[in-house]
């Protein structure tokens, strides 16, 4: 016997277990594939190489194919969208068109993930843009990654959602819903063995907020067991884009608390910070914004895409950093974020990146981390990084007495570590590094975010003012005070997860 990858041992003698595999073939279903195993004539005791697969295997072997569709809402989900797949067609090695730029140095590297191989040898995202106005997926259509997304996956209405939840989730929406899911079931039916969804909306947006809640209820109905990741656009505490976007935001929320496993929320007000303050970037347009959000989400979905010494799955996520279901909104933080002109003078070892990522200034969220406790944290490592500095840096970090976990949770760090090193879009603010880290943190500082909304709507409410609109696309006024209700009761839920276990009354209700 033989040691294999996987920790057990594998048979050596292959003239008794292959033509015993061929004859249980046809007994799960599958018809022998010629030359399926190609064992070496004289196999040598230390070859490690024992077992071959040919490059094209049946289903039936492919344990790896593990499929994510991404789904781009409303205006910022289509250019947050436009960031995302210019930076993996990079990261892969991709022209705009989806072709290989350089066959001879491709590896052996995670496409089928995020990209479906069509006959051509073209990879095509699996992807759909979702937007109830075409202005922004027309620039899609017509812009330099045209011929890169299949048509129909680009689905457009003919009138917007006027800031409006309702009618994003009611009226105008609903005419959408069906094409979309259509749309999405094809993709779903292309994949060997679909694993979840990443959604991209924003909360603030009538479509982000509205469609995107429709959205995400309908993918419970018909994809209950499939994992549901969102990237949200949180409303910012001083700056905003609508002035209903308290309402918006909070009846999104209450409405998809139940459908999503895992919440990264970005808020633009602390990225137009980052942009300004670590970028020197003065005046921020959305390209400078979601370039930067861009590399958070590789990062997170790098584990995914590439090898690794420790891979993260995207169960994995929900298991290490969700410990109660409506307890599901992670901070980002991601370093180094530093231009090209201070690249030369920053060292970026293991250890600085990760205690800068315990600092507010990298923070996705504006929320003071300090106020609050530690639940769970990932650490997803990219580039030149061993597993041993990635430890001691997490070590050290245990030692600070700044960073408190509650002690329901004592151990609480989750460690990844992608091989592969961050990429960097020609023209972008960032400098090009040779190792990244972005942590993913669930923690109670984050309920500062949600009583923050929970003011500023009850500032609204109290007067009734501009709930008019929303009425009058056939919502009742009592989902207002319903969702509000909803998230009353989440603040009350990270007020309590955050206490000692000794004044804890009961955490059984979760």
Known sequence: ??????GGKA????????????QLLPSVGVSPVQKIFNPPSSLDQNSSNVLKFSSRQDPVFSSEMREVISLHVGQAGCQLGNACWELYTLEHGLSPDGRIV??????????STFFSET???????????????????????????????????????????????ARGHYTVGK??????????????DNCTGLQGFFVFHSFGGGTGSGFGALLLERLSADYGKKSKLEFAVYPAPKMSSSVVEPYNSVLTTHTTLEHVDCSFMVDNEAIYDICRKNLGVQSPGFTNLNRLIAQVVSSVTASLRFDGSLNVDL??????????????????????????????????SVAEMTMSCFEPNNQMVKCDTRQGRYMSCAMLYRGDVVPRDANAAVATIKTKRSIQFVDWCPTGFKLGICNEPPACVPGSDTAKVSRSLCMLSNTTAIAAAWSRLDHKFDLLYSKRAFVHWYVGEGMEEGEFSEAREDLAALEKDYEEVGLDGGDEEDLGEY
């Open 1 to 6: 016997l033989k040691q294999s990858r996987y």
């Open 119 to 165: 006959g051509s040898g073209k990879y095509v995202p699996r992807s759909v843009y979702i937007d109830l106005e075409p202005n922004v997926v027309d620039e899609v259509r017509t812009g330099t990654y045209r011929s890169l997304f299949h048509p129909e996956t680009l689905v457009t209405g003919k009138e917007d959602a006027a800031n409006n939840y």
């Open 175 to 188: 005419e959408l819903i069906d094409v979309s899911m259509d749309r999405i079931r094809r993709l779903a």
């Open 11 to 22: 048979p050596v003698n292959f003239s008794t277990v292959v033509p015993k595999i061929l």
């Open 102 to 111: 350089n066959p001879s140095s491709r590896g052996d590297e995670g496409f």
């Open 315 to 348: 169960n994995e996520f929900q298991t290490n950093l969700v410990p109660f279901p409506r307890i599901h909104f992670p901070l980002a933080t991601y370093a180094p974020i530093i231009s090209a002109e201070k690249a030369h003078h920053e060292s970026n």
